[in-house]
């Protein structure tokens, strides 16, 4: 081998050796486990919002709108507090060359659940993506996200593993310039058993009767194989769930087949595949506007869009015309998340009549529809009619 290629081996072969440490002391880390907070104990429940970049800011404005007309006894009797959360955008992250700037990761941990708008991640270069991070440094490790289309009897939740797979490593990958790149997808024991049961757990409580375990394991045979494995140890504490293996390929064949895809109820995915079958999912229900996506962790919580930031309707001069839907829904996830069941149901009450049954006010993200704020309107004032 020429002394060159030698060189760069040995330091990729050092860099290797390192990552594999960090990952071994993240699972052993995780396996000594935390225990879930309980929210409904907390005197006062601090909710962090964070408006993020291009429609960000405008979505969550209009959502915070909505958390202070459903909490208004609760902010006012000081049982909840609504935060700001500054920093978390594209400019600030830049100039500081941090993903998630200290004092706002800061000002986020001091918060107990965070509410966040889409934040926009360069293509390339070295910056790593601030959700990505935040999952990490939050150690959200399940992203849930419930598609629905009550017509076509569809009413699926999948359970996506969060922090490990292709993106735990996403920003550390290997190459030889000019001649290769290697990037590194993990898969630890413990991460992938916290994801099973937190799925299998959701399907107990809610009476679900088949979990499907989405990976690539006829491929990926050490990190997909090992996943699926651990699913169907965590399974076999579920006898009333069946647990079925499916490969990615055929799962995002059968969403778009209407003869079958209302049998499935659960999905419990790793990382990448979660994501890309997550935004298929959502299109069927109407759109990535139109879904909302909870990341849970055993201390904080973050709710979000599924969506980005859309920085082509920022330029369009568009961004007012984005949909909310997705974010009231993420809104709806936290109000449960943090044991506001009432006011979850009465957000989600409003959202079936404003979405499917009367349908006054429509966006449809460009000037032939309705505002952000003309739907968050019709939001608000449905809820006081029903609330009456
Ligand atoms: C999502 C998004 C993120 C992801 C991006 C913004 C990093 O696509 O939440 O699905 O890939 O997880
Ligand atoms: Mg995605």
């Known amino acids: 081998m020429e002394q060159q290629f030698e ?3 040995d330091r990729a072969t050092a860099h ?18 935390e225990r879930a907070k309980d929210f409904s104990k907390l005197a006062t429940v601090r909710i962090g919002i964070c408006g993020g970049d291009g429609i960000g800011p405008i979505l969550t404005r209009e959502a915070r709108r909505v958390l202070n007309a459903l909490l208004a006894d609760e902010i006012a009797s000081g049982r909840i507090e609504l935060r700001e959360i500054e920093g978390l955008t594209i400019e ?24 966040k708008g889409p934040t926009t991640t360069p293509k390339g270069g070295t910056m790593e993506s601030a959700n990505v991070a935040l999952r990490r440094e939050l150690d959200l490790y399940a992203n849930v996200r419930p598609v629905s289309v009550p017509e076509e009897g569809i009413d699926w939740i999948f359970y996506r593993e969060n922090t490990e797979g292709e993106y735990v490593l996403g920003s550390q990958g ?8 290697m990037d590194f997808k993990v898969t630890t024991d413990a991460g992938t058993r916290r994801i099973a049961r937190a799925a299998f757990e959701y399907a107990r409580q809610n009476g679900k009767t088949r979990v499907a375990i989405v990976t690539k394991a006829n491929i990926m045979k050490k990190t997909d194989g090992n996943f699926s494995g651990i699913c169907h140890e965590v399974a076999a504490d579920y006898p009333e769930i069946e647990a079925e293996d499916w490969y990615i390929d055929i799962m995002t064949a059968n969403l778009v087949n209407p003869a079958i895809r209302n049998r499935f109820q659960v999905f419990l995915l790793p990382n990448l595949y979660g994501d890309i079958i997550t935004d298929e999912a ?7 506007g139109t879904a909302g996506s909870a990341n849970i962790g055993d201390r904080y919580a973050m709710f979000e869009a599924i969506h980005g930031s859309a920085p082509r309707m920022i330029e369009e001069g568009l961004g007012e015309y984005a949909n909310p839907s997705s974010l009231f829904k993420a809104v709806e996830m936290m109000l449960r998340h943090i044991s506001r069941t009432k006011q979850a149901d009465l957000l989600a009450h409003a959202m079936r009549i404003c979405t499917e049954e009367e349908c006054r006010v429509t966006v449809t993200g460009d000037r032939s529809g309705a505002t952000c704020t003309a739907f968050a309107d019709y939001v608000l004032e449905t809820i006081r009619k029903i609330s009456s």
């Open 282 to 288: 959502a299109q069927i229900q109407g759109g990535v």
């Open 16 to 33: 290797f050796r390192a990552l594999l440490e960090t990952q071994l002391a993240r699972q052993i880390r995780m396996e000594s486990g």
């Open 7 to 9: 060189q760069q081996i």
């Open 174 to 181: 290997i190459e030889i310039p000019g001649k290769l790149a």
């Open 92 to 115: 600030n992250r830049l100039a500081r060359g941090e993903a998630v700037p200290a004092d706002t990761l800061d000002a986020i941990k001091a918060c107990d659940v965070l509410l």
